[in-house]
């Protein structure tokens, strides 16, 4: 960025290190994939929901700091990491104006699975400073006109994607003012390219003999300058090659491809049930070595340690007084319950996906049963998770999970439509890097994309779109 002038999207008010609207690369939690695999599994729904984001920002009502305009306000905007604030981005200055209308975008990429705070500050940029980049401004030496925080679920899942926000001083109190922020998914994100590929004379024919051997196909834009950019990619195998050589396109066609944030924002629904192991293998409650143990000093136990709402660890708690626990440990009836609940949501409508928990800490006696019931789901919308506690033996768990890419087969032989189930042994993530939420949630906006577009479900109309379904908070 530098010091140039240009002219404002509202009003044609001047503005300062704007860069002629450049959009910044700065980007929140690391910045997400931007490389071919990581796109092609994106598009297939094969890893967790990583959705390339581009924020725009106007304001209205600032603080006037200026004796004889009007504020030069800048917004900044902020990541917030474990208590830790990083910038990510930096707007131009508007010239003597109220009412901003920024041109400068931040691109972040948005996680489904994690929550992601963002924090807004708006300055008002004093005249000496006009002729100095953006970036090199000392923030300490300009006037604040206020902040203001939110999650970015908050603005993606708003069908019109448009969040306003009030201004508050550092300590919270009310300023005058309102910013507003809006969210749009970046083009290469929303992009899907069918190719008809026909295959000559590749050497090294050995190479490409095997059937799981990708190839990956990339596509850029490229401009007049020479500069070209990374806007898709997909990845196939090849599986015969009758000469060797060279590699041509045939035909390549360009559609839309409805995103998970599409769904959300139009009013689509995640239903969330949970499902809790009373089974003795936990351990008398009454005992501390029990994983249902309630400690007098509050401390939580394994169960209550995934983190959730509070009116489901009330409802434990509650529960965990007024039964005795036995055995054995049978999912088999449970999935049944959530895939009856979820089928009979099909005849209201196809906008209702459901999630759910299960969290146990023992090894299944209906191993084939609950292998049968999932498959029978694998055609509803519905996804299992599951968190195991404790230190027992998973493998049955894993097996359930299928990310070998092995599908499930039931006992009469049909295989599972998908994979709707997530496994997380809490002890190998406690402690990680990754959250058991994060974990969890990993896998769910794949799974929720393979039932809708399987199915060709649209996204509904912004017109019949209900209020926005927030992701569960850590």
């Known amino acids: 960025m530098g010091g140039c002038l240009s002219g404002d999207v509202r009003g044609g008010m001047e503005a300062v290190g704007g860069g002629g609207g450049a959009r910044s690369r700065g980007s929140a939690q690391g910045g997400g994939p931007n490389d071919a695999v990581d796109h092609f599994f994106q598009a297939q729904g094969l890893r967790g929901l990583y959705t390339p984001l581009e924020l725009s920002f106007s304001a209205s009502k600032l603080r006037n700091m200026d004796a004889f305009s009007k504020s030069d306000p800048m917004l900044v905007v902020y990541s917030e990491i474990n208590g830790r604030q ?35 500050k708006v ?10 980049p953006v970036k090199m401004l000392n923030l300490a030496q300009q006037d604040f006109l206020g902040e203001a925080r939110c999650i970015v679920s908050e603005i993606v899942t708003k069908f019109d994607h448009n969040l306003t926000l ?53 596509c850029f834009d490229f401009d007049s300058s020479g500069d070209h950019e990374l806007i898709g990619a997909f990845q196939t195998t090849i599986n015969q090659l009758e000469v060797e050589g060279q590699l041509f396109v045939d035909k390549i066609q360009e559609k839309v491809q409805h995103t998970f944030l599409d769904y959300i924002s139009s009013g689509f629904e995640l239903n969330f049930m949970v499902a809790v192991d009373f089974t003795a293998s936990n351990g008398d409650p009454r005992a501390p070595r029990s994983l249902h143990y309630i400690d007098p000093s509050g401390n939580p136990n394994s169960y209550q340690q995934v983190v959730g709402v509070a009116g489901i660890m009330s409802a434990y708690t509650t529960t965990l007084y007024s039964v005795s626990l036995a055995g054995p440990t049978m999912f088999g009836p449970v999935i049944n319950k959530a895939a009856e609940i979820a089928s009979h949501s099909l005849q209201y409508g196809n906008n209702k996906y459901f999630v759910l928990l299960i969290i146990t800490d023992g090894v299944l006696t209906d191993i084939q049963e609950t292998k049968d019931c999932i498959v029978r789901a694998s055609d509803l919308p519905l996804s299992i998770l599951i ?20 599908r499930l087969e039931s006992s009469t032989g049909r295989i599972a439509t998908r994979d709707i189930v997530q496994f997380v042994p809490m002890r190998e993530v406690q402690g990680g890097q990754m959250s058991v939420v994060q974990s969890l949630l990993e896998e769910l906006p794949g799974q929720f994309l393979s039932y809708m577009r399987a199915r060709d479900i649209k996204p509904l109309p912004p017109r019949y779109a209900s209020a926005p379904v927030y992701p569960p908070q850590q």
Request: proline share 3%; aromatic share 6%; charged share 25%.
């Open 166 to 218: 009030n201004l508050r001083s550092v300590s919270g109190h009310t300023l005058p003012g309102t910013i507003t922020v809006h969210s749009e998914e970046s083009e290469s994100s929303r992009m899907a390219v069918e190719m008809t590929l026909h295959c000559l004379n590749l050497e090294n024919k050995d190479t490409f003999s095997k059937s799981d051997n990708p190839l990956l196909v990339e």
């Open 86 to 120: 990083e910038e990510i981005g930096r707007t131009e200055v508007i010239l003597n104006s109220l009412e901003p209308s920024w041109i400068t975008k931040t691109t972040m990429s948005y996680q489904f699975e994690i929550v992601q705070p963002l924090i807004f």
């Open 387 to 406: 968190v195991g506690v404790g230190n027992a033996d998973f493998k049955q768990m894993e097996i359930l999970d299928a990310d070998n890419g092995k």
């Open 123 to 132: 300055y008002d940029i004093d005249t000496q400073y006009h002729n100095i």
